[in-house]
């Protein structure tokens, strides 16, 4: 079954960047779509992105659209969102997930990784 970790969170000033990275293991990463969610404190879950087993389409919350891009290599078995133009309101935070098809609704995906947190400071 494939595990899934986030690594690359942090604490950034408004404006700035920063990559996270989700790296799978223990199973087939490339036959699966993976997603991006957020919870900031307080807050439900939010989905901010996902992408195709295949990278050959994505899907973007509106609040993120322009400022994120998730992207994924099947050879290494990672993905990626890069998130520039971060606001406070991006604090949260942020998971990757397995999904059998790109989609939005959480409940969709059944494999979550831990977690990374993302501060933006204004």
């Known amino acids: 079954q494939v595990q899934l970790v986030e690594s690359g969170g942090g604490l950034v000033q408004a404006g700035g960047s920063l990559r996270l990275s989700c790296a799978a293991s223990g199973g087939t990463f490339s036959s699966f779509a993976m997603g991006w969610f957020r919870q900031a404190p307080g807050k439900e879950r939010e989905f901010v992105g996902a992408?195709?087993?295949?990278?050959?389409?994505?899907h973007y919350a509106n609040s993120v659209k322009g400022r994120f891009t998730i992207s994924r290599d099947n050879a290494k078995n990672t993905g990626n969102l890069q998130m520039n133009g971060l606001e406070p309101e991006d604090t949260a935070v942020y998971y990757c997930?397995?999904?059998?098809?790109?989609?939005?609704?959480?409940?969709?995906?059944?494999?979550w990784g831990q977690g990374t947190q993302v501060t933006v400071s204004s």
């Open positions: 997930a397995a999904a059998p098809a790109l989609t939005s609704i959480g409940s969709v995906y059944n494999r």
């Open positions: 992408i195709t087993w295949s990278a050959g389409a994505t």
